[in-house]
Each structure stands twice: as C-alpha cells, then as structure tokens.
C-alpha cells in the first residue's frame, strides 16, 4: 500500500483551487476584457516558471461523511518564478473570488510572498485587483467585531510593505479596481503601473457618494487622474503591456539592494557623436527644444525607460544604460515652466534620487533648470520646502554623479545640480547659461536707484543688461575656474560612457543608510 | 465629426495665437505659444484637422487644464 489515495486527494484539491472563483465568475472576468490572476501570473513569468506556495489554502466544503465537496480558494495567488531567466516573487489578487475582497483572502498568504521577497532577496510584483485590508463591512458580522486597522498582530503585512521598498525592487500593477489597502499597496512600489481601464482610489463611487461626490469610477481614479498625480508611474493600454513594463522595469535592477545592478553587453558604440546635438538648444533663449531625444542620443540606443511621464513633468525620469551599465537619468524638459522646478518636479526627484541610491545606480542630470517655479501659485505649493527636500535627497546621494549642463542654471535649484560636499563630474555645453537669478527683473532690482535716476529708464535697463550679458560668457566662468569643463556637446555621450567606466568600482552593494519612502 | 480640446499643459500667459478659427492644421502644427517663466512654450495640435474653436486671447492668464483651442476632426 502506497501513498496514492493522497496523493489523488492532493490532486482533486489542487484541480478545484486551480478553478478559482468558477467558471461563470472565469467568464465575467474575461467579458470584462481582464485577464484571470493565473492567466496573469503565466503571462508576466517566463513560461511554465511559476513555483506556486498555498495553492490549496481556501474554505473547503465537506459532506456528511467528512469527505471533500469542494473547494473555493483563496483569493490571493503567490509564489515564485523567473522574469528573464532571474527568479521573483509574485504576489497576485483573484478577483474571481468575491471580488478580491480580503474577506476571503488569507492574509498570511500576502505577509509570507513579501517576508520570501524580503528574507530571499527577491524582487517583488504585487498584481492588484481589489481592495484588500480589513475586508469588507461584513466582516463586522462575520467576526463579530470591527476592525481596528493594524490591530494584535496585524501590522507586520504593513511593515513588510513598507520596508521592502529598502531592500528588493518592489513593482505594482494595478489591473482593475483597486481600493484601499491594495491602493497603498499599489503606490507603496518603486514602480506602478495600471491599465487604461483600470482605476486606483483611496475609497471607490458609492463611498465618495456619500460626501456628494457623484463620480464614475474612471472619473475619480482613472489613469488620468492618477498618472497626471504622481500616485502611478505608467498607464497601459493592455495587460501584457503592463507585464512588459514590469519586465522591463527590473531589468535595470539588481535582485536586492545586495548586489550590483546587472551589466549587459554592449550594443552601442560609446564614440559615438550625434551631429544633431551641435543644433538642438536653439540660440534664442525664450524657444524651447524637446529633450528626450537628446536622452536617447546620449544613452544606449534603444535603452531609455522613461518612468512617471505624466508627473512632475518638467523634470525627465528614467532609466538608461552606458555601454550595457544600467544608469538613472533626470533631465529637464523646457516644455514645462521652462524646465523649472515645480513642487511636484521636486517631489519625483525625491523619489527617484532615493531609488537610485538604493539600487546602487549611478545618475546622470542633463540639466536646463531656469530655477524653481517663482509666483504664487509656487508659493502655496511650498516649492522652496520641496525643493530644499530634493536638493536634500540629491546630497544624500552616495552613488556616482554626472551633470550636463545643456543651458540655464540658476538661483537655488540650480545650485543643487550635483550633489554638495563631494566631487562629481560635471560639463557644460557651449550654450550653458547660468546666474543667481535673471538678469530680466534681477536688473531692476539690483540698480533700481541707477535706473531711477535715468533720463530715459527704459535706454538705461537696455544699456545695464548690455553690458551685463557681455560678461556672461560661459568662458568667463571657465577662465576664473568657476565651471571645470565646457565641452563640445557632440562629446557628451563618450563622456558619459566613460562616467559610467569610473563609476562601476564605485558602486557598493548593501542597505542605504535610509530605506526609501515611496 | 469628433472635436478634441486642446488643454493648457501648464500656468502660464497667452503669448501668441498661431491659427484662426477654420485653418487646417496637421499633427504637430503650433497653434498658440503660451509664455511661462519668460519661456515659449509651444502648444502644438495632437491631429489632424481644423480649428473650430479658439477660446483664449493674447495676453490672458491660462490655468493647467483650462481649454485653449478645439480641434475637429473628420
């Protein structure tokens, strides 16, 4: 007599989890255009990859005799599996299952995929749909109490959310509807994603409802809504697009803060000179030029990731590589305010210094930035705050550091091109233009009696601002070593790929000395 | 017939109006140059089509979102 009776039990029970919420729920979810959570898990891993823990774990039903009828399982789906051949966690709600609601959840089932991701050193893809947390206000039935949020033993889910973002990359994906805790834990990645169909909220329509907020469920948390507000880096159009960005995203990463980020063959020859960028910043001030195709002259071709286009927009963020060496790149994008720091812009730059830090990657600023956004719109924002935070988070930095500065640098914000206190690399274009603050309005201000006191004000200011713009040559700064380099800008990305060449020896694997905050 | 609103990226002033109401723009065309920290920001048409609306004036202070032009489409 062998084991083969339970092993035939293990079977059934694994075919009925494998059914999920059913074949009508199945259909309902597909009608819906989304994909299943194990439809989802097949299509993110590299093929037959996924190595399942707790499949089994659900509410069972038995009969009169003690024999198994049937099986609902849980509604959260994890375990491990390969994204280009490196192992990860994924961690995935099914929405077949009452709707993803925690109710029916496990929840120790979410604490154990992020305690692997955490324990093992493996990046983490939290696929969301749902709402998660306390469950539904059934529960208050159910279990005969209300839920005091982060109860007895209830906030080490929470810690491992949190802390995770210090320690492995942590990806979001948000396929649906996604609603308060699975919100949180959609935002609390270092990378989001939802689809175009997808929305994202604190508290969904019939909540808001109540506050006489009559919203559709696109109107209050759509991808417009939440891209364009920095709550989520990327919005879709399908699922696969979603799991190709995930991919995508970890590619540049390392495992976990442990190692380095992973080097790849060069495909791109670092000599390389782009005629294109001996014209690109037009010679009149006030015109503005399109910055990412300068990013993806400078860098690997084919190997700009932007992320978080729809925030904070007048700075850049993405990911790139040098010669194969993965780098963080911000630039700044004149389209918006000129380039100029808006409190939003300081938030991203927050977020993605610190991501760079963590992640041991080194970061190059191609930088056109008139200064923070001025006027009062600016000053209720609190952008000086935010932006003493950004420049606080830059100077925190360790890793390696390359600015070019393709044009403005001014005031505060200009000043926090590299970070204080230790020697980076730095080099300015030819059209590199820089001051405390502009002569437009800092003349009047500085020669205000001068002006005044002019037969003709109007010929004075011109007559000042003349003779101003005669000593900004950046040369000047060059000739007092105030600036070290001013270059041909042709010569960028050579110089860049032989930034990315110093730095690699640099990089050091291991915890920063904060872990990040999303 | 579809009509897409052309939205203000940014804060800013209406420096100049590049199109009048019924020219025939391509995708990309400039059709009104904002001015925000004494910058041209260009605000160029997402399609192809003609302008039916234009609903701001040189000079006027725009808000981020406030529609400045409409566009229709065939």
Known sequence: MNWQPELDELRTREELARRMGGPEKVARQHAGGRLTVRERIGRLLDPDSFHELGLIAGRAEYDDNGQLRDLTPSNSVFGRGRIDGRTVVVVADDFTVRGGSADATIKEKVLMAEQMANQFHLPIVRVIEGSGGGGSVKTIETRGRANLPGGVGGTIAYHFTTANLGVVPVVGLGLGSVAGLGAARLAASHYSVMTKSSAMFVAGPPVVARLGQSLGKQELGGWQIQTRSGAVDHATDTEEEAFAAARRFLSYLPNSVHELPPVTEATDDPARRDEMLMHVIPRDRRKVYKVRPIVESVVDRGSFFEMGSQFGRSIVT?????????VAVMASDPYHYGGAWTADACAKIVRFVDLAETFHLPVVYLMDCPGFLIGLEAEKAATIRLGV????????????????????????????????????????????YWGSLPLEGGIEAAYRAEIDAAPDPAAKLREIEDRLNKLRSPFRTAETFWVEEIIDPRQTRPLLCDFARLAAPLLKPGLSSFAMRP | MTETAIPSELNGTVWKIEVAVGDRVAAGDTLILLESMKMEIPVDAPCDGVVAAILVKEEQAVEEGDTLAVIAQK
């Open chain 1, 318 to 326: 993405g990911l790139a590589r040098l010669e194969g060496r993965p």
């Open chain 1, 389 to 432: 935070r950004a420049m606080t988070a830059i100077n925190q930095t360790s890793v390696p550091w390359c600015t070019i500065i393709m044009r403005n640098s001014f005031g505060v914000a200009g000043a926090a091109h590299q970070p204080a206190g230790r020697l980076s690399l730095r080099y300015a274009w030819l059209s590199a």
